[in-house]
């Protein structure tokens, strides 16, 4: 899928720069243009991409502090200034727009939404978006940003890639220190996704094509996509169960939102050397996918890589009804009630100080 990407905020930012190293170091050339848009100018700087700085008038390059109303009100103010840089890099060979940002912050949750909108005005091909979710461990204000982010994009873009901060982080590490790592996972991960159907040309009928990408992610809302390898053996009858455990454990402990498999939609794509590709493997992971996800609409393709592992990449559309949204949506409206509870405690003590009662006092 040729796709341009825009990384609004910090982790936007970083995610957009680890994917476009990602795809040239594979010399996939899925992605064909790249910008990153932020509030504060500290984060744009060690970016290797272009970028845009935006509420300069607002916030003097400092950023928004995690205030998601300010990062909306900025991108809208400066949302010309994008769309101009953007003019020239999104051009008719581009199959897909993808905006990318943390949701827990301020500028990627306020402005993301704001710019998929704008993006899906004027242009004409999909607009998707890459939510990255907050781990559990994070506070209160980015669990609340996130579930008022999360429900204006997932109506913004297209369809709405969901990454928890929790899913791709190794243990032992905290989630600052995973940041590096989590962020080549998900450059690893999406970046086979948006190469899938490229650089494949005349190999073989069961190849993937990019309108499988499409047509999985079309019944828009929240889609989610898992990932995992095993090493694979010569002869392709050997490679049955590696191709029906590595789509197992793609789905059911290597997703990026877990504990979300039922779905409206799903393709697999199976990457490796084709001519180790079991087909009986594939015939068989795709019915357990079906079952699985409860989904009628599963598909499937290969994606031919010069490797000696086998992988599985399996993408989810249609996911919002899934355990882990639920609980999102859950720990978000808490951290949003919690927020209001300790406002309201300080205006009440606020409220105690401005006591005429209690000035006599003193
Ligand atoms: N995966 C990943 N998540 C990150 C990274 N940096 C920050 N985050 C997460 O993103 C959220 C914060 O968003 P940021 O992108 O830092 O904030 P911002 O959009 O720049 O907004 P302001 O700093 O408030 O202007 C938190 O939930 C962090 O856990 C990163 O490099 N990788």
Do not use: C
């Not at 940003?145 to 369809?159: C, H, I, Q």
């Not at 600052?176 to 040309?201: H, K, P, Q, T």
């Amino acid at each position: 899928m040729k796709t341009v990407l825009i990384g609004v905020g910090q982790a936007g930012g970083k995610v957009t720069s680890s994917l476009v190293e990602f795809d040239h170091d594979m010399g996939f050339n899925a992605i064909r243009g790249a910008l990153a848009v932020n509030s504060a100018k500290a984060d744009l700087q060690p970016l290797s991409i272009d970028t845009v700085l935006v509420g300069q008038d607002r916030v003097k390059g400092h950023g928004v502090g995690g205030d998601n109303e300010l990062g909306a009100e900025v991108m809208q103010a400066d949302a010309g200034e994008v769309m101009a840089a953007l003019d020239g890099r999104i051009t008719a060979e581009a199959e897909a727009i993808v905006v990318v940002a943390g949701l827990g912050g301020g500028t990627g949750s306020g402005g993301a939404p704001v710019l998929a909108k704008e993006l899906n005005r004027v242009y004409e091909m999909p607009v998707y978006a890459i939510g990255i979710l907050p781990g559990r461990g994070e506070g209160a204000m980015y669990q609340v940003n996130a579930g008022r982010s999360l429900k204006t994009l997932v109506r913004e873009a297209d369809a709405t890639i969901l990454v928890d901060n929790d899913a791709w982080h190794s243990s032992g590490e905290s989630l600052e220190e995973g940041f590096d790592s989590i962020n080549d996972s998900i450059a690893r991960r999406i970046g086979l996704l948006f190469a899938s159907g490229e650089n494949v040309e005349g190999v073989g009928e069961s190849v993937v094509d990019t309108s499988e990408v499409i047509n999985t992610l079309r019944s828009g809302g929240v889609a989610a996509l898992g990932y995992a390898s095993a090493k694979a053996d010569d002869d392709p009858d050997t490679n049955i169960n590696v191709v029906t455990s590595v789509t197992r454990n793609a789905l059911l402990t290597g997703t990026s939102l877990p504990n979300a498999t039922k779905a409206d939609s799903a393709l697999l794509v199976v990457a490796g050397k084709p001519e180790r590709i079991s087909r009986k493997g594939v015939e068989r992971a795709r019915k357990w996918v079906e079952e699985e996800t409860g989904s009628m609409q599963v598909r499937g393709g290969d994606f031919p890589l010069d490797s000696e592992r086998l992988a599985a990449l399996v993408l989810l559309g249609g996911v919002e009804r899934s355990t882990r949204m639920e609980e999102f949506m859950r720990r978000a409206k808490e951290a949003r009630e919690e927020t209001k509870r300790q406002a309201s405690e300080r205006e009440d003590t606020d409220k105690l100080f401005q006591n005429d009662d209690l000035d006599s006092l003193i």
